[in-house]
T-cell receptor, first 114, second 112 residues
Framework: ETGVTQTPRHLVMGMTNKKSLKCEQHLGHNAMYWYKQSAKKPLELMFV???????ENNSVPSRFSPECPNSSHLFLHLHTLQPEDSALYLC?????????????FGPGTRLLVL | DAKTTQPPSMDCAEGRAANLPCNHSTISGNEYVYWYRQIHSQGPQYIIHGLKNNETNEMASLIITEDRKSSTLILPHATLRDTAVYYCIVRVSTDSWGKFQFGAGTQVVVTP
């Protein structure tokens, strides 16, 4: 247990569906991250939030919409996804998002888009 | 960002020490060396990090060369549960948000 939880752990959705991924951290951190890991590829950073403000958006398509209502919760809203969006989506948190701090990852949500 | 080079795979016998090398020849003075591992289909797990001194914790030891151009992660007594992909990452400093750039890592297989 890293102190970062993600739900659901597995998700199957059609291309016309809308779904949301949830992440919660119990570490008192103030920065949270979404990463995507496609099969056989390295992790790709998608979004960074610090103190509930989005500070990084790595050219992610608008069909992915993040939301950070407070420093403990992070959501990734999904709509009209494509099959190539099937991947492991990982959430992480850290103390301040800057410098040499350590990021702690959740277990991930395995997403399959049909 | 400095890049890292790791061997794609290595095997290790259970109970023996596993020494995982990483080259980061373009590392700059304020970049940390981080090690994570990822067991199949799970989230990456933090192992250890350091700047220039050697570090040890309950999981592993990190040896950084004096010129900081390479490092070695040592798992002192490998177990089957240590089978995972191990990532060596150099972390940019204070003006970048969350810039952990994961490469392909080293697939470590611990065998009985």
């Amino acid at each position: 247990e890293t102190g970062v939880t993600q739900t659901p752990r597995h998700l199957v959705m059609g291309m016309t569906n809308k779904k949301s991924l949830k992440c919660e951290q119990h570490l008192g951190h103030n920065a949270m991250y979404w990463y995507k890991q496609s099969a056989k590829k390295p992790l790709e950073l998608m979004f960074v939030y610090s103190l509930e403000e989005r500070v990084e958006n790595n050219s992610v398509p608008s069909r992915f919409s993040p939301e950070c209502p407070n420093s403990s919760h992070l959501f990734l809203h999904l709509h009209t996804l494509q099959p190539e969006d099937s991947a492991l989506y990982l959430c992480a948190s850290s103390q301040d998002g800057l410098g040499g701090e350590t990021q702690y990852f959740g277990p991930g949500t395995r997403l399959l888009v049909l | 960002d400095a890049k890292t080079t790791q061997p794609p795979s290595m095997d290790c016998a259970e109970g023996r020490a596993a020494n995982l090398p990483c080259n980061h020849s373009t590392i700059s003075g304020n970049e940390y060396v981080y090690w994570y591992r990822q067991i199949h289909s799970q989230g990456p797990q933090y192992i250890i990090h350091g700047l220039k001194n050697n570090e040890t914790n309950e999981m592993a030891s990190l040896i950084i060369t004096e010129d900081r151009k390479s490092s070695t992660l040592i798992l002192p007594h490998a177990t089957l549960r240590d089978t995972a992909v191990y990532y060596c990452i150099v972390r940019v400093s204070t003006d970048s948000w969350g810039k952990f750039q994961f490469g392909a890592g080293t697939q470590v297989v611990v065998t009985p």
